[in-house]
């Protein structure tokens, strides 16, 4: 029985928390559009960034080359405590929030 009453309050306690409108799951913000995964490099107040490399191929040379790509991504109040640097986290894409925040954390993978 006692579990059960801190579980309960827990949740309310979230959702208290979370007022942030630009919140995926609690806010209205709308996600859509592609999906990356990488590790947190930089944490900021309500944005972090993420890295995560990619092949390119170089077609004068035939072959393949790794490259870093970078992006900034909201961060919701809700997950701003467990989220930091050196995280693999999921990011989306939603609607611009500024000139270089075009998506929004959804989930932490470990
Ligand atoms: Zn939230």
Redesign the pocket.
């Known amino acids: 029985m006692a579990e059960k009453k801190i579980k309960t309050e827990v949740k309310i306690e979230s959702k208290k928390v979370?007022s942030?409108p630009k919140?995926p799951?609690?806010?209205s913000l709308r996600t859509r559009g592609r999906i990356f995964r990488g590790a947190v490099v930089r944490k900021f107040p309500k944005r972090i960034a993420i890295e995560f490399e990619r092949t390119l191929y170089i077609k004068k040379y035939e072959r393949y080359a790794k490259t870093k790509t970078r992006l900034h991504a909201r961060l919701?109040?809700?997950m701003a405590d467990s989220i930091n640097v050196g995280d693999y986290i999921e990011i989306m894409e939603c609607r611009p929030l500024s000139k270089i925040i075009k998506f929004v954390v959804t989930k932490k993978i470990r």
Do not use: A, S
Request: net charge negative; hydrophobic share 0%.
């Open positions: 979370c942030d919140c799951t609690h806010g919701p109040d809700c």
